[in-house]
T-cell receptor, first 113, second 113 residues
């Protein structure tokens, strides 16, 4: 158990809909990262937050957004969903801004029908 | 785009044998990490090696890093059935504060009992 929790575990929704994925980092970790894992794209970094502020952006679509709240939990919002958004979404946390190991949550499996 | 590329894509060996996986990357790095993923689950951090290190050990794991060749290898000695998983190398870009990890496509390791 990494100490990172994600909810929900599974999500099935229709095209065009909007969903919110939630992540609670390990106790004391200030950095939160979001990743998408799909068969064709592999593991892709989406976005990083550090202590409530956006720190780095990766391959995140404009339809996706995230935020980190004062209690350090984070949410990833996915809107106008398309079939291609079906994937595993992982949250990870670390205690440092950069350069250290990341601890991954169990993931949320999103299926868009 | 993929920064790290693992080789081989898949590897099947007998329990007790050693398993070696290789990773190549394209740009300068601060550090390189190896992660393990059991089917459909979250990633587990295995080992981190910094750009000024050449070799690192952790239990049955041995990692080497050759920055001149932009490559790394992961050796698992005396493999066990429980080592069956996908293994990913991950790099973070040098400086810039952008610390989302870039993952390769992974090596799927199967340990035959």
């Amino acid at each position: 158990d990494s100490g990172v929790t994600q909810t929900p575990k599974h999500l099935i929704t229709a095209t065009g809909q909007r969903v919110t994925l939630r992540c609670s980092p390990r106790s004391g970790d200030l950095s939160v990262y979001w990743y998408q894992q799909s068969l064709d794209q592999g593991l892709q970094f989406l976005i990083q937050y550090y202590n409530g502020e956006e720190r780095a952006k990766g391959n995140i679509l404009e339809r996706f957004s995230a935020q980190q709240f004062p209690d350090l939990h984070s949410e990833l919002n996915l809107s106008s969903l398309e079939l291609g958004d079906s994937a595993l979404y992982f949250c990870a946390s670390s205690g440092q801004v950069e350069g250290y190991e990341q601890y991954f949550g169990p993931g949320t499996r999103l299926t868009v029908t | 785009s993929q920064q790290g590329e693992e080789d081989p894509q898949a590897l099947s060996i007998q329990e007790g044998e050693n398993a070696t996986m290789n990773c190549s990357y394209k740009t300068s790095i601060n550090n390189l990490q190896w992660y393990r993923q059991n089917s459909g689950r979250g990633l587990v951090h295995l080992i981190l090696i910094r750009s000024n290190e050449r070799e690192k050990h952790s239990g049955r794991l041995r990692v080497t890093l050759d920055t001149s060749k932009k490559s790394s290898s992961l050796l698992i000695t005396a493999s066990r059935a429980a080592d069956t998983a996908s293994y990913f190398c991950a790099t973070d870009l040098l400086g810039g504060g952008a610390d989302g990890l870039t993952f390769g496509k992974g090596t799927h390791l199967i340990i035959q009992p």
